[in-house]
């Protein structure tokens, strides 16, 4: 579940949760926002809304923030989704908000991706639409209660339409998350997604290319914590000097360093 703050992805991921449960099946959510160094204010607020769940064994709520650098969240991310599908979870939600590139790096670490909007969402800029339509593998229109919500259907129709034919064409849900409506519309055009991916061995594919990217992610992980460690010290502050006195080149000096 992507999309803006504000947007609604909790109350809907809390309704969901209860489908879920009602069909006895147990669920793990991921909250993860990204544009936070803290876990502050909306994280906070996920939680409250979904804190009817709370005494509820059945489900498995877990925030997460950034500590530190971006691109620790979608490392963090698949690892956190492994633990809670091994602990059994048939059903895991992550929530992501933030926009850019890791809202998509964690979206790619689900079979599904929601991406939720709001009514009057055909003002906002372009780019952010083009990028958010590209991961939508079932796209919602929450708070349809409000006024515009049939004017950003149509806009979405459109974009999709301008975007050609693809193998799936990502369903467009309105939902009053509040009210819980559409939300058994949302659940069945997951379902039906899910069961696309599963008729045409995309599901196996889509994990394939999953698993190749985290494991380039973490390498390359690796590999930045060695430039870190390379680039330090003593024979690091030597070679500055002689780059700056002009005894030596700077990629002669990263050569030497590399050796
Ligand atoms: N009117 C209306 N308000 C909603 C709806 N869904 C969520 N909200 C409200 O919008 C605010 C943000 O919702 P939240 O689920 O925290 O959004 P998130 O930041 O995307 O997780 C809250 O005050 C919700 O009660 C809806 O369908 N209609
Ligand atoms: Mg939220």
């Given at each position: 579940?992507?999309?803006?703050?504000?947007?609604?992805?909790?109350?809907?991921?809390?309704?969901?949760?209860?489908?879920?449960?009602e069909?006895?099946?147990?669920v793990?959510?991921?909250?993860?926002?990204?544009?936070?160094?803290f876990?502050?204010?909306a994280?906070?607020?996920?939680?409250?809304?979904?804190q009817?769940?709370?005494?509820?064994?059945?489900?498995?709520?877990?925030?997460m923030?950034?500590?530190?650098?971006l691109?620790?969240?979608?490392?963090?991310t698949?690892q956190?989704v492994?633990?809670?599908?091994?602990?059994?979870?048939?059903?895991?939600?992550?929530e992501?908000v933030g926009?850019?590139?890791?809202e998509?790096?964690?979206?790619?670490?689900?079979?599904?991706?929601?991406?939720?909007?709001?009514?009057?969402?055909?003002?906002?800029?372009?780019?952010?639409?083009?990028?958010?339509?590209?991961?939508?593998?079932?796209?919602?229109?929450?708070?349809?209660?409000?006024e515009?919500?049939?004017?950003?259907?149509r806009?979405?129709?459109?974009?999709?339409?301008?975007?050609?034919?693809?193998?799936?064409r990502?369903?467009i849900?309105?939902?009053?998350?509040?009210?819980?409506?559409g939300?058994?519309?949302?659940?069945?055009?997951?379902?039906?997604?899910?069961?696309?991916?599963?008729?045409?061995?995309l599901?196996?594919r889509?994990?394939?290319?999953?698993?190749?990217?985290?494991l380039?992610?973490?390498?390359?992980?690796?590999?930045?914590?060695?430039?870190?460690?390379?680039?330090?010290?003593?024979?690091?502050?030597?070679l500055?000097?002689?780059?700056?006195?002009?005894?030596?080149?700077?990629y002669?000096?990263?050569?030497?360093?590399?050796?």
């Open positions: 579940m992507t999309g803006a703050p504000g947007s609604g992805k909790s109350t809907l991921t809390d309704k969901l949760i209860s489908l879920i449960r069909r006895d099946l147990e793990g959510v991921l909250a993860i926002d990204p544009s936070s160094p876990s502050g204010g994280i906070l607020g996920d939680r409250i809304r979904m009817d769940h709370a005494t509820d064994e059945g489900v498995f709520i877990r925030s923030a950034t500590r530190g650098h691109g620790g969240l979608s490392l963090a698949p956190a492994r633990i809670l599908d091994a602990a059994g979870k048939p059903w895991i939600i992550i992501t926009v850019g590139q890791v998509v790096e964690v979206a790619g670490a689900a079979d599904t991706t929601v991406v939720v909007v709001n009514p009057r969402w055909g003002d906002g800029v372009q780019a952010n639409k083009a990028g958010l339509l590209e991961i939508a593998d079932v796209l919602v229109v929450n708070k349809a209660d409000r515009g919500a049939a004017d950003t259907v806009d979405l129709e459109q974009m999709l339409e301008l975007a050609g034919e693809r193998d799936w990502p369903p849900v309105e939902t009053v998350a509040t009210e819980g409506r939300v058994e519309d949302l659940w069945q055009a997951i379902l039906d997604h899910r069961a696309h991916l599963e008729a045409n061995g599901l196996e889509r994990r394939d290319s999953r698993l190749r990217e985290e380039r992610a973490i390498v390359f992980e690796r590999v930045r914590e060695r430039v870190d460690a390379t680039c330090h010290g003593e024979r690091f502050d030597g500055v000097s002689k780059v700056a006195a002009r005894e030596l080149d700077p002669a000096a990263a050569d030497e360093l590399l050796t």
